[in-house]
C-alpha cells in the first residue's frame, strides 16, 4: 500500500505517496545521529542562510504565503501570529514550547531526539523574523535526556551559525517540573518567569507582554521544525501539500489499541481510517469503537464519523472535536466508554491549576459524576447532570483547559448514551474496563 521512493533531494526530502497521497519527511529521521556534522551533510542551515539573505517581512510573508498553521494544538496561523510582533520593541523573545504535556502526543520527543538542528535552525530563523536574538525553549522536565540531546545541538547550533553567517543567538534551554497546563502559553510564561504556572488573562496578548513584559512569540517545537522546509522550497511547495486551508505535511502520534502504533507523517487532509490501516488496524481482534483524533482534550469520533473524517483542521471540527495535537488514540469495542470518561476526566481534575472555578469545581465533578456511574450507582439524573455540566462550563475560564476537561465528557454522553445507560444501577465487567492513561 505504501510505495517509497529512496531519492533524496538537495533540500533533504524524501517522497512517498499512499494511495495516490502525496506525503514526504526527512529522513534525518532515519538516521538516529542528531548530530551537526549529520545535519550538515544533508543541507542543514542552508534555509537560514537564505532567510538571512532576506528582509525579515519577507520571511515573515513567506510564512504566511505558505499557509503553516500551529502545530502545537490551536492552529493558529503562524506568520499571522509573527506579524503581531512590534516592530519597533528594543527586546523581543522567541519562545519555543516543548513541554509537550497532552496524554498520547509524542512527536515533538522525536523531532528533539533525532534531528535537534532541524529545531535550531528554525528557531534561528524564525527569532530573525521578528527581530529577536533571545530564544527561550521550554521542556517538559520529563524530557531529560531530550534537554541534554537539545542543549548539545543550541550549543554546536549556536557556535557554526556564528563562526559561519557571523550572527549571534542566545538560545537557553529551560526544563519544566511536569505540569500539563504549563502547555498554555501564558502558563508557560509564568512558569519561565519562576512563578506559578498559572494561565494568564488575555488581552494583554503575549505579543504585547509576554516574558518580563516583553514581546514574546510562543510556538511549538513542529511548527518552528516545519520553517526551514518553507524557507528552502518555497511557500508554494508547502502548499501544494495537504487541503485549501490546511497547508503542509504533519506528525501524527497513534496510540491505542493499534498492532503498529509509532509516529507518521502524512499530508494534511489524509483520511483517518487510512491512518489507522497504516497502524495496522486494530490489535484487539475487534472493531473500533471511537477514535481520539488530537490528544485525549479532543472529544472522540464515533466509527460512522471516523468512516468520513480527514485530518485536517475543519474535517475534525465539522464533528465537534478538534485536531489539536494530531495525536490519534484508538478504542477497541471490547472497551468501556464510561471508563475512558472517567481516565480523561480524571487526567483533567489532577492537572487542573485551580486558578478559575468552574475549571477547579467542574472538572472535579465530571470525574466524580463518571466515577458514579462506572461504579453502578449512578442514576439518570446523573447522566443528565454530566451532560448539564460538560455542556455548560467549556468556554467559562481564563484558558481552555476547562474546554478539555468537559467537551470529551458532552461527547461521550451524547455519542454514547445507550452504553452509558446500561451502567445505571449494575457494576460495569471488569473485562471491559480496561482503558486507562495512568497504567
Known amino acids: ?157 549556536v557556535e557554526y551559525v556564528k563562526s559561519k553567517f557571523g550572527v549571534s543567538f542566545d538560545i537557553k534551554v529551560m526544563q519544566g517540573a511536569g505540569a500539563y497546563i504549563v502547555g498554555e502559553e501564558t502558563g508557560l510564561l509564568n512558569s519561565l518567569e519562576g512563578k506559578r504556572g498559572h494561565p494568564r488573562p488575555r488581552p494583554p496578548y503575549p505579543a504585547q507582554k509576554g516574558y518580563m513584559g516583553y514581546p514574546t512569540c510562543v510556538n511549538n517545537v513542529e511548527t518552528l521544525a516545519c520553517v526551514p522546509f518553507i524557507i528552502n522550497k518555497g511557500a508554494d511547495w508547502f502548499k501544494s501539500i495537504g487541503t485549501e486551508k490546511s497547508t503542509g505535511p504533519k506528525l501524527f502520534c497513534v496510540s491505542g489499541k493499534v498492532k503498529k502504533p509509532g509516529l507518521y507523517e502524512l499530508p494534511m487532509g489524509f483520511p483517518l481510517k487510512k491512518l489507522i490501516e497504516l497502524a495496522g488496524g486494530t490489535s484487539c481482534g475487534g472493531k473500533i469503537k471511537a477514535v481520539i483524533p488530537g490528544g485525549t482534550s479532543a472529544p472522540p469520533l464515533t466509527p460512522d464519523e471516523l468512516e468520513k473524517a480527514t485530518l485536517d483542521f475543519e474535517s475534525i471540527a465539522s464533528f465537534g472535536s478538534f485536531l489539536g495535537t494530531a495525536s490519534c488514540v484508538v478504542i477497541c469495542e471490547h472497551e468501556c466508554i464510561v471508563r475512558v470518561g472517567w ?81 445505571l444501577g449494575k457494576v460495569c465487567n471488569g473485562k471491559n474496563c480496561e482503558f486507562s492513561l495512568h497504567t
Request: glycine content about 8%.
Open 1 to 157: 500500500m505504501v510505495e517509497i521512493n529512496q531519492a533524496v533531494s538537495l533540500e533533504r526530502i524524501r517522497v512517498w505517496k499512499v494511495d495516490g497521497f502525496e506525503g514526504v519527511f526527512s529522513p534525518l529521521f532515519l538516521k538516529n545521529d542528531p548530530s551537526l556534522k549529520s545535519y550538515l551533510e544533508e543541507g542543514g542551515y542552508r534555509a537560514l542562510e537564505r532567510a538571512l539573505s532576506m528582509r525579515p517581512e519577507e520571511v515573515i510573508e513567506e510564512v504566511k504565503r505558505s499557509g503553516l498553521r500551529g502545530r502545537g494544538g490551536a492552529g493558529f496561523p503562524t506568520g499571522v501570529k509573527w506579524s503581531f510582533m512590534p516592530k519597533d520593541a528594543e527586546r523581543k523573545i522567541l519562545v519555543c514550547n516543548a513541554d509537550e504535556g497532552e496524554p498520547a502526543t509524542f512527536k515533538d520527543r522525536y523531532i528533539i531526539t533525532f534531528v535537534p538542528h532541524l529545531l535550531v535552525e528554525g528557531m534561528m530563523i524564525s527569532a530573525y523574523a521578528i527581530g529577536a536574538r533571545e530564544i527561550f525553549v521550554y521542556i517538559r522536565g520529563e524530557y531529560w535526556n531530550e534537554a541534554l540531546i537539545l542543549k548539545k545541538a543550541v550549543q554546536e547550533g
Open 343 to 423: 481516565s480523561m476526566a480524571h487526567f483533567y481534575a489532577d492537572e487542573s491549576c485551580g486558578q478559575c472555578t468552574t475549571c477547579r469545581e467542574g472538572t472535579r465533578f465530571i470525574e466524580y459524576l463518571f466515577e458514579k456511574i462506572e461504579k453502578g450507582k449512578g442514576t439518570e439524573k446523573d447522566v443528565m447532570t454530566l451532560l448539564d455540566v460538560s455542556s455548560c462550563i467549556p468556554g467559562s475560564a481564563i484558558c481552555a483547559h476547562v474546554d478539555a476537561g468537559s467537551l470529551p465528557a458532552k461527547k461521550i454522553v451524547s455519542s454514547f448514551k445507550e452504553e452509558v445507560m446500561s451502567h
